[in-house]
């Protein structure tokens, strides 16, 4: 076997490590973009523990294929990165569409699709993951509604009990 094939074999091997230990992973088109604006993506991404990476679209389709993981073939066409969230599976989408929104790129940074547990996202349900409040809002919002009930029993009990002891 030549060289170039064994090469090819530990990149395969190396981009289906990255989808099985990534929480997310967000296809985009580029075109046009400058140096610093790849720049200013490239630090935003690696802030927020994301890997942001050019591959060849063919690389990634056998990783692909190796996992068993249809649906993203029609994206795997023209130049492709690939934002891999390792520790925040929304952290790709926000970025990326922070960014687009940012620079006003009339398309030359675009969402071709998402991957998240194995699903292939659209680009519509990637848009949807990037509107996501961040996690620990969500947190705070679930251990509210689960505070709300025991709170309105307590201050119901604590009425009655007034009531009963002639407090009011």
């Given amino acids: 076997m030549s060289k170039n094939f064994e090469a090819k074999k530990v990149k395969v091997a190396e981009i289906s490590e990255k989808l099985k230990n990534a929480k997310s992973m967000v296809v985009v ?7 610093e604006e790849v720049t200013e993506l490239r630090n935003q991404f690696r802030a927020a523990g994301v890997e942001y990476c050019v591959l060849k ?3 990634v ?7 068993g993981i249809t649906g993203l073939d029609h ?7 690939y934002a891999f969230g390792m520790t925040d599976a929304v952290a790709p989408a926000k970025i990326v569409y ?16 998402g991957l998240m547990d194995g699903a292939v996202l ?31 029993l307590v201050y119901f009990l604590e009425a009655l009990r007034k009531k009963q002891a002639g407090e009011e």
Avoid at 129 to 151: F, I, K, T, Y
């Fill in 122 to 152: 659209s680009v519509d349900q990637v848009k949807a993951l990037s509107e996501l409040p961040p996690r620990e809002v969500l947190l705070a919002r679930m251990v509210g509604s689960l505070q709300a009930p025991v709170a309105k």
């Fill in 57 to 59: 679209n063919t690389l």
């Fill in 98 to 113: 922070d960014f687009i929104n940012k620079t006003k790129n009339d398309g030359r940074l675009a969402v071709k699709a």
């Fill in 61 to 67: 389709r056998r990783a692909l294929d190796d996992m």
């Fill in 75 to 81: 994206t795997l066409e023209g130049p492709s990165a």
């Fill in 29 to 35: 088109s580029y075109n046009a973009i400058t140096v």
